[in-house]
């Protein structure tokens, strides 16, 4: 009798309601945020994996299955990121659309020793924006990520964020790091030793209790962080404040991917056991144009599902509603368009927003593009009298209402 490849799972009709429920649930979470669904292919060249994530990852060095066919070499996907940047770059996306928002499920595949909650098959749910540097927009996919949670009716969950800098910060924080440990190098894992030399910050991501204590003997400070990079995550932290969401910043967090930098974060849950980590992710603005495309910025996270169902027991339903369409003028603006979109979404009311600071006649343009039935202007004078210019676009009739009033009137 044949028996499935070990670290592999039948999803039972049973246990497939869950999922569908899970996977109907995010669906329309994405929809509150304007992602749109992306499906690329389980196989791609394994050099795409090589050369984004880095040879010295350990994705790479051990967990990639790999398929030779004659004088190709492809891998099944162990992650979605680097294949929707090739999409991306691929299908000219970047040329029709300066900003998109990109989503995805699917399976993905590392040869490791199965155990709980790690499997060699697994199915990630994760999404990617992709043309904007934005504080604003890293905030949003943080608490997109969380409205996400709270739809899997998961609690007890903890986000840790940190940030590695642009990639001169980056070699600096790697630079610190080596002449720090370098005395230590003698207690340090075999793996560590390795690393060392060849990727430093990999042993910031090391579990080993031994090389974890070592590091935090450091004392990791943002000191490698420039100016304009500990500005960008102080905005992240206070944006994420003024929504009340808890955080841990964890100096240690460096994700094991290459082409993370700048804000990078994770969602870990007691249920789990010593492999804690639901779901993660990070900035990448440099992982377009190291694939040959241009200087394009991207943002993104995944949860795994299966660690998803671990930690939930049940999911909501969603309703599907006619987006809004937010466009702000001035910092002031921005920062209350912030809490205002959060509340929007928490009413279950779809919005977007304008990440690529347009004019207001290109934003206008550009909510008409998205097929907003509703678009909300708020400029200083608005703001002077705590309210919002309202504007259906179905018959062009625009008029002042109060912020307070604004969810309960886009609801009726």
């Known amino acids: 009798m044949y028996k499935r490849v ?18 109907e649930a995010a669906r329309g979470i994405f929809s509150l945020y304007n992602y749109h669904e992306i499906r690329t292919p389980i196989i791609e060249e394994a050099s795409l994996f090589n050369r984004t994530l880095g040879d010295t990852a350990e994705i790479v060095q051990k967990q990639m ?15 979605g990121t680097a294949s929707i940047a090739r999409s ?66 998961i609690n007890d969950y903890q986000l840790k964020i940190n940030s590695l800098g642009c990639p001169s910060d980056k070699q600096r924080l790697s630079s610190d790091l080596k ?44 000191s490698h962080l420039c100016r ?16 009340d969401i808890p955080l841990k910043i964890e100096q240690q967090l460096v994700r094991g991917l290459d082409y993370y930098n700048r804000t990078v974060f994770e969602f870990t849950h007691p249920q789990l056991g010593s492999q804690d980590a639901i779901g993660a992710g990070g900035r990448y603005n440099n992982l377009v144009s190291e694939l040959g495309g241009p200087d394009t910025a991207g943002i993104g996270f995944a949860f795994g599902v299966e660690r998803l169902l671990l930690a939930s027991k049940a999911t909501g339903d ?22 205002l979109l959060n509340r929007m979404r928490s009413s279950g009311i779809p919005c977007e927003t304008d990440y690529l600071n347009k004019s207001l006649k290109a934003a206008m343009r550009s909510a008409n593009d998205a097929g907003a039935r509703f678009v909300l202007i708020l400029g200083e004078d608005e703001l002077k009298k705590n309210k919002v ?13 109060g912020i307070e009033e604004l969810t309960k009137e886009l609801e009726c």
């Open 389 to 401: 210019s309202l504007k259906d676009m179905s018959n062009s009739e625009q008029r002042e209402i």
């Open 228 to 243: 304009e990079c500990l500005s960008h995550f102080q905005e992240v932290i206070d944006g994420l404040g003024s929504l």
């Open 179 to 222: 002449q720090g440990l370098q005395k230590e190098k003698g207690n340090l894992c075999p793996d560590c030793q390795t690393r060392i030399e060849n990727n430093v910050l990999r042993i910031l991501d090391c579990k080993n209790d031994s090389c974890r204590r070592i590091v935090e003997r450091l004392e990791l400070k943002n």
């Open 6 to 23: 070990p670290g592999t799972k039948d999803i039972l009709p049973d246990e497939v309601i869950r999922w569908q429920r899970i996977e």
């Open 65 to 79: 299955f790999l398929i030779h066919n004659r004088e190709d070499l492809y891998a099944l996907r162990p992650e």
């Open 88 to 153: 991306y770059l691929e299908n000219s996306l970047d040329k029709t659309n300066a900003f998109v928002k990109l989503y995805y499920m699917g399976p993905m595949f590392r040869l490791e020793r199965p155990q709980k909650g790690r499997l060699r098959q697994f199915h990630h749910i994760g999404c990617e924006a992709i043309g904007s540097q934005d504080a604003a927009l890293d905030i949003e996919v943080i608490s997109l990520a969380i409205h996400l949670l709270e739809s899997f009716s």
């Open 318 to 339: 969603q309703k599907e509603k006619k987006l809004v369409y937010l466009i702000t003028m001035g910092d002031a603006a921005k920062k209350t368009g912030i809490k």
